[in-house]
């Protein structure tokens, strides 16, 4: 079970987060590694569009299995703001609307948007200002999310 909040504050909270995660970490595989270049041509592309300073990138592996979900939140903590643009990877072959598990966009002063999470679709947004939630789903929902940062 994945864990919310960082420092002290960090615990299990199942009634606000239901995913299981593994990090990835350079070396681990020949697709791990070709996954995290991929992420660093978006970021050298982010950073000559944006000029947005980002230095690196943190990832893990989703995995949500029938039910699970995880609360409206930021993906910014409040006391370190170096998470600056969020990016979701979906790896759900087959998916069909009925399937649920959507990411649920909440962009200030519009209406919420609900991204299904077919396989192979990318999500991007500012980590600090798209307050966002997972709906729960009817099968497993898998994907790889990660946070660009920059220095804090």
Not at 33 to 55: H, K, P, Q, S, V
Not at 79 to 95: E, G
Not at 101 to 128: K, N, T, Y
Request: proline share 4%.
């Amino acid at each position: 079970m994945a864990r919310v909040s960082q420092g002290a504050a960090r615990s299990l909270r199942p009634d606000v987060r239901g995913d299981q995660i593994h990090w990835l970490e350079a070396g681990q595989s020949e697709a791990c590694d070709r996954y995290l270049a991929i992420m660093e041509m978006l970021r050298i592309a982010l950073n000559r569009g944006l000029c947005l300073g980002l230095e690196e990138y943190e990832s893990h592996f989703a995995f949500y299995a029938p039910g699970a979900s995880y609360l409206r939140h930021r993906d910014q903590f409040r006391h370190d703001d170096s998470r600056t643009v969020s990016v979701i990877v979906y790896l759900n072959a087959d998916w069909l609307p009925e399937h649920g598990g959507a990411l649920r966009l909440h962009p200030e002063g519009l209406a919420m948007r609900d991204i299904s999470p077919v396989g192979s679709r990318i999500a991007v947004f500012l980590s600090a200002d798209m307050l966002h939630e997972v709906l729960p789903a009817t099968r497993d929902r898998l994907s790889l999310t990660g946070w660009f940062r920059r220095r804090a």
